[in-house]
């Protein structure tokens, strides 16, 4: 890791993930789906770890979902960070049942374990864009 | 009880100062911890037909680089990525029963406080930026706090409860010359420090060190020809959980349930019949998981229990006598099996527990592995 202030920032152009920075960066939530089981992956990996196939696409998928668990960082372990904290992180578990990681961002009254979310995109620097995710207020 | 029940006892154990040793290789800090554990058990290293090194965490201090310094050709010979403790002792077991091996020493060797070794790094099996990692998900502090936000969130446990693990392990570090962090740490003093990762305190995580620690195992029959009395193996499970965080909900930590299964079932043992726990504590809640888990405490419950008191000095199970890696010093749970015979051989000085007969030590690689191990003054 370099010594600058720079924030981590993924690689767009990666083989395997580059499809999932490719649709954040169009704002869509995608996951990697098997093309034999249909079951569907997130992270992206080269085999399918329930049938061993190897052929897969990526698909849109909601970014509608529930925090599963979340932390608030009071440090920053990375200097890129520093002007953030505290800041949120939560796992977020969308309706098809996928875990994303990602920061909660906005209001964030309500922030709990079981509260609902939706997905939003920002971008973090030039053609990198993440998924984060914004309290869905409940209705009454 | 379980075919290895009795076969392997524990006779010599070695350790060097911790903190920072800076200049020395996890190799001569291995053969330094090595030299203490064969002067322990008085033997000469002549006698010693197997080694089992525990790699570094930065993948160094394998047997074949700390085969030069120690100056012996055993017939066995292995190193594994992850010894902790428990793994190590595992494969040790298994050569001895098997006849590969007679007496072997087990090591651990680090150097990762001078060598500037960073928690800080994203988790994951790719050195490539996540989307966690951008996300600023890292540091184990982070892992642990997603753990036990979700803990709190079902079962209701408050940072009062929670905070009994540092505390209690404080308490016992007091009265360990070895322990790294002998500050009074009272829950007052607790209490009032600040969230790092929260709900996670830098109280509930340990700080990395360097060290060595090394271990003397051998078959029973041979038990006679070493300085101590022996401390014998009675159980060993271990259980992976392989797909680690490719798994949704890996931070539960399902996996240690089976693990507990395991041994409960192969050993006829429960519970009530350990004296002494153990358990590797890079952070606190991997304490608190464990005992749910292992039926130590209900599941959901373990806060209210732990704020019972069991754990602390005086208490009816003490965890983490030697304070712990949130007090001692983070050996990778080898310093946990050290203080497990020291207590059984009745020598932990001021911090000895009135004759304790069974000790059980649990380790974990992360969301990857477990592995758990009974140890008895007697065969059982």
């Known amino acids: ?140 | 009880m379980t075919r290895v029940s009795g076969e392997v006892a524990i006779v010599g154990i070695g350790w060097t100062p911790q903190g920072e040793l800076p200049g020395q290789s996890p190799e001569l800090t291995s053969v330094n911890a090595i030299k203490a554990a064969l002067k322990d058990a008085g033997i000469d290293r002549k006698t010693v037909d197997g080694l089992v090194a525990c790699k570094s965490v930065q993948g160094t201090n394998s047997d074949v680089d700390i085969g030069p310094l120690l100056g012996i050709n055993p017939r066995y010979s292995q190193s594994l990525d992850y010894g902790s403790c428990s793994f190590s002792l595992h494969l040790a077991v298994q050569a001895i029963v098997s006849e590969m091996a007679d007496t072997l020493v087990l090591c651990f060797g680090s150097d990762s406080r001078s060598g500037k070794l960073s928690f800080a790094t994203g988790y994951g099996h790719s050195p490539a930026v996540t989307l966690a990692h951008a996300s600023g998900l890292m540091h184990v502090a982070g892992m642990a706090a997603l753990g036990l936000q979700r803990h709190k969130s079902k079962y209701g446990t408050t940072d009062e409860q929670f905070g009994h693990i540092a505390v209690g392990q404080r308490e016992w570090a007091q009265m360990n010359p070895l322990a790294l962090f002998r500050d009074p740490l009272t829950m007052d003093d607790y209490l009032s420090r600040p969230y790092m990762v929260e709900p996670i305190r830098r109280e509930d995580v340990t700080m990395i060190s360097d060290g060595g620690v090394a271990v003397v195992v051998t078959r029973a029959d041979r038990v006679g020809e070493f300085r101590n009395e022996p401390v014998y193996l009675v159980g060993m499970a271990e259980q992976s959980a392989l797909t680690g965080d490719y798994e949704p909900g890996y931070l539960d930590r399902l996996f240690l349930q089976a693990m507990a299964e395991q041994i409960w079932s192969t050993t006829g043992l429960g519970p009530t019949d350990i004296d002494l726990l153990y358990i590797q504590d890079p952070t606190a809640f991997w304490v608190l998981q464990v005992l749910e888990y292992f039926g130590f405490a209900p599941v959901g419950d373990g806060g209210p229990w732990l704020a019972e008191g069991h754990t602390r000095p005086g208490g009816d199970l003490p965890i983490n006598t030697n304070g712990g890696q949130l007090s001692e010093s983070y050996m990778w749970g080898w310093l946990h099996l050290v203080e497990a015979v020291q207590q059984l051989r009745g020598n932990a000085g001021q911090r000895q527990v009135v004759a304790p007969e069974i000790a059980m030590y649990c380790s974990t690689q992360g969301w990857q592995k477990g592995g758990a191990t009974i140890l008895s003054t007697h065969k059982l």
């Open chain 1, 1 to 140: 890791m370099s010594s600058d202030n720079a924030k981590p920032v993924p690689d767009v152009g990666d083989p395997y993930m580059g499809p999932f920075w490719e649709a954040a960066r169009h704002h869509e939530l995608v996951a990697q789906a098997c093309v034999s089981c249909n079951s569907l992956r997130f992270p992206a990996l080269p085999i399918c770890p329930k049938c061993l196939e190897t052929d897969s696409k990526w698909i849109p998928v909601s970014g509608e979902g529930t925090v599963w668990s979340f932390a608030i960082y009071h440090r920053a372990f990375h200097p890129g960070f520093t002007n953030d904290v505290p800041y949120v992180v939560a796992i977020v578990e969308n309706t098809e049942g996928l875990h994303f990681p990602g920061n909660i961002v906005g209001d964030r009254s309500g922030l709990n374990v079981g509260a609902k979310v939706h997905v939003v995109f920002e971008e973090i620097s030039a053609g990198v864009t993440l998924p984060r995710w914004v309290l869905t207020p409940s209705k009454g």
